[in-house]
């Protein structure tokens, strides 16, 4: 059920003035959706990575063209929207898809249940001689800027990825509720990233993203997300060390504990030894 974005906030709000995180985390399937609200998750985002993710393909999956990524989450919707109970969903929303119809989709995930929209898949996460090509070529980050506000207008709740200081200043003056500081792909498991931030760095880059979103509003949330803070001590070590007020992960809620818990439940079916008698 599609919940108000500022009841939201002032349930987020009012967390943190316990001194208790927000903590969001992406869903690629519905049994991911329904015991993360069962482990007493804030918000949970589902975007096409967790399809692909769940999948057993690496997130970055979601950023090549596999798929159209906006009517994956259309489609992922009916799994996951079905399965949560309380918890605000929110979408990612490939904001340069050039044929997406923005108003009208928007209006339509409103429709689905939906509480609110992230930006992903994100140009954010490209680099180099490409990303650059995308920004000449009308595909780059502002667009998913405009997009974020854009939502904000029809009063959804946005929580954009942003990567450096002046992203999160452009997303800070688009209306954006939530900054999430991304770090880059999740570390560890099977098909996680291995060249990666170090915490501390992290917990640099992340304060200048906080700071610099602050600079525009003083109410703005920011939670961090990615790279190395993948394991509860690292979200732990970053909301000891930066002035944030939570952690969204993606791989860390569900790809990583899955990995574990069918490889461990795997093995203790085949260590079991048969009664033979001769």
Same mark, same amino acid.
Not at 19 to 25: C, D, M, N, Q, W
Not at 52 to 76: C, H, Q, T, W, Y
Not at 213 to 238: N, Q, W, Y
């Given at each position: 059920?599609?919940?108000?974005?500022?009841?939201?906030?002032?349930?987020?709000?009012?967390?943190?003035?316990?001194?208790? +995180?927000? $903590? #969001?985390?992406?869903? %690629? =399937?519905?049994?991911?959706?329904?015991? *993360?609200?069962?482990? @007493?998750? !804030? &918000?949970?985002?589902?975007?096409?990575?967790?399809?692909?993710?769940?999948?057993?393909?690496?997130?970055?999956?979601?950023?090549?063209?596999?798929?159209?990524?906006?009517?994956?989450?259309?489609?992922?919707?009916?799994?996951?929207?079905?399965?949560?109970?309380?918890?605000?969903?929110?979408?990612?929303?490939?904001?340069?898809?050039?044929?997406?119809?923005?108003?009208?989709?928007?209006?339509?995930?409103?429709?689905?249940?939906?509480?609110?929209?992230?930006?992903? +898949?994100? $140009? #954010?996460?490209?680099? %180099? =001689?490409?990303?650059?090509?995308?920004? *000449?070529?009308?595909? @780059?980050? !502002? &667009?998913?800027?405009?997009?974020?506000?854009?939502?904000?207008?029809?009063?959804?709740?946005?929580?954009?990825?942003?990567?450096?200081?002046?992203?999160?200043?452009?997303?800070?003056?688009?209306?954006?509720?939530?900054?999430?500081?991304?770090?880059?792909?999740?570390?560890?498991?099977?098909?996680?990233?291995?060249?990666?931030?170090?915490?501390?760095?992290?917990?640099?880059?992340?304060?200048?993203?906080?700071?610099?979103?602050?600079?525009?509003?003083?109410?703005?949330?920011?939670?961090?997300?990615?790279?190395?803070?993948?394991?509860?001590?690292?979200?732990?070590?970053?909301?000891?060390?930066?002035?944030?007020?939570?952690?969204?992960?993606?791989?860390?809620?569900?790809?990583?504990?899955?990995?574990?818990?069918?490889?461990?439940?795997?093995?203790?079916?085949?260590?079991?030894?048969?009664?033979?008698?001769?």
């Amino acid at each position: 059920m599609r919940q108000n974005r500022t009841e939201i906030l002032n349930r987020f709000h009012a967390k943190i003035s316990e001194g208790k +995180p927000i $903590v #969001g985390g992406g869903a %690629g =399937t519905g049994i991911s959706a329904k015991c *993360e609200e069962a482990g @007493g998750i !804030d &918000l949970i985002v589902i975007y096409n990575s967790g399809r692909f993710r769940m999948a057993g393909r690496g997130s970055l999956s979601g950023l090549l063209p596999f798929g159209n990524a906006n009517e994956i989450v259309k489609d992922m919707a009916k799994e996951v929207l079905t399965t949560v109970k309380s918890t605000p969903v929110i979408a990612g929303v490939c904001g340069v898809d050039p044929f997406m119809l923005r108003d009208h989709f928007l209006k339509e995930l409103i429709d689905l249940g939906f509480s609110g929209i992230q930006n992903f +898949p994100t $140009v #954010g996460l490209i680099d %180099g =001689t490409f990303r650059a090509n995308l920004e *000449e070529t009308g595909m @780059g980050y !502002d &667009l998913e800027v405009e997009c974020v506000a854009a939502a904000r207008k029809l009063e959804l709740l946005t929580t954009p990825y942003v990567f450096d200081p002046e992203q999160a200043v452009q997303m800070a003056e688009a209306g954006a509720d939530i900054l999430v500081a991304h770090m880059g792909l999740t570390t560890g498991g099977a098909i996680g990233a291995e060249t990666a931030n170090s915490l501390d760095a992290c917990v640099r880059r992340v304060s200048e993203i906080a700071e610099a979103g602050r600079s525009v509003r003083t109410d703005i949330l920011v939670l961090c997300h990615g790279g190395p803070i993948s394991m509860p001590e690292d979200a732990k070590f970053m909301l000891e060390n930066c002035d944030i007020h939570g952690f969204y992960g993606a791989s860390s809620m569900e790809r990583l504990p899955t990995e574990t818990a069918i490889r461990d439940q795997v093995q203790q079916f085949v260590d079991l030894k048969l009664n033979r008698t001769n």
